[in-house]
T-cell receptor, first 115, second 117 residues
Framework: EPEVTQTPSHQVTQMGQEVILRCVPI?????FYWYRQILGQKVEFLVS????????KSEIFDDQFSVERPDGSNFTLKIRSTKLEDSAMYFC?????????????FGPGTRLTVL | AQKITQTQPGMFVQEKEAVTLDCTYD???????LFWYKQPSSGEMIFLIY????DQQNATEGRYSLNFQKARKSANLVISASQLGDSAMYFC??????????????WGAGTKLIIKP
């Protein structure tokens, strides 16, 4: 069964450093998403991506964040200068279509720890 | 205002009993979808069940069913014959059908379900 994969599973970084979180969505999916979940809190939407551009982003997704689909398979989230409050689980998701039943398949997550 | 409200932060249920996890939502959009996800302690997010706002019947998926009461704006998850492996966090989420949106999921705070042997 196809699945979304994410690497690394856990990333530890120093405050101010850049991190890139990687995701490989399901191969025939067209819509890609990043969510984050701070420990013990609800899941928060960051950004959605379609046709090689951002289609929607939340207030959390400021200039420190960027996304890219550098090739036909990877979808990355970059945080330019990490802050302590960026520590969270980051989930990538993908979906096949937009209208109607739009199940988003989630990856296993990357736990980011900023020291 | 909260779009998705899960009023039960935690629940203990005896194995083999049925359990209902509450979810109420708030939207003015006539087109929306409601989702339930399970998050085990390992952290991954597992899709369980979906209910569309125009669906005439309550959704069912194996031991999972969704008690959809549109007028009350509630979409409670019912797990029949609970198993020890059902112990996890359960999240209710909503997708609003705005034309200009890629249908981000809006999440509730979750309910931690613990099944007792």
């Amino acid at each position: 069964e196809p699945e979304v994969t994410q690497t690394p599973s856990h990333q530890v970084t120093q405050m101010g450093q850049e991190v890139i979180l990687r995701c490989v969505p399901i191969s025939n999916h067209l819509y890609f998403y990043w969510y984050r979940q701070i420990l013990g809190q609800k899941v928060e939407f960051l950004v959605s991506f379609y046709n090689n551009e951002i289609s929607e982003k939340s207030e959390i997704f400021d200039d420190q964040f960027s996304v890219e689909r550098p090739d036909g398979s990877n979808f990355t989230l970059k945080i330019r200068s990490t802050k302590l409050e960026d520590s969270a689980m980051y989930f990538c998701a993908s979906s096949a279509r937009l209208t109607g039943y739009n199940e988003q398949f989630f990856g296993p997550g990357t736990r980011l720890t900023v020291l | 205002a909260q779009k998705i409200t899960q009023t039960q932060p935690g629940m203990f249920v005896q194995e083999k009993e049925a359990v209902t996890l509450d979810c109420t939502y708030d939207t003015s959009d006539p087109s929306y979808g409601l989702f339930w996800y399970k998050q085990p302690s390992s952290g991954e997010m597992i899709f369980l069940i979906y209910q569309g706002s125009y669906d005439q019947q309550n959704a069912t998926e194996g031991r999972y069913s969704l008690n959809f009461q549109k007028a009350r704006k509630s979409a409670n998850l019912v797990i029949s014959a609970s198993q020890l492996g059902d112990s996890a966090m359960y999240f209710c989420a909503m997708r609003e059908g705005r034309v200009d949106s890629n249908y981000q999921l809006i999440w509730g705070a979750g309910t931690k379900l613990i099944i007792k042997p």
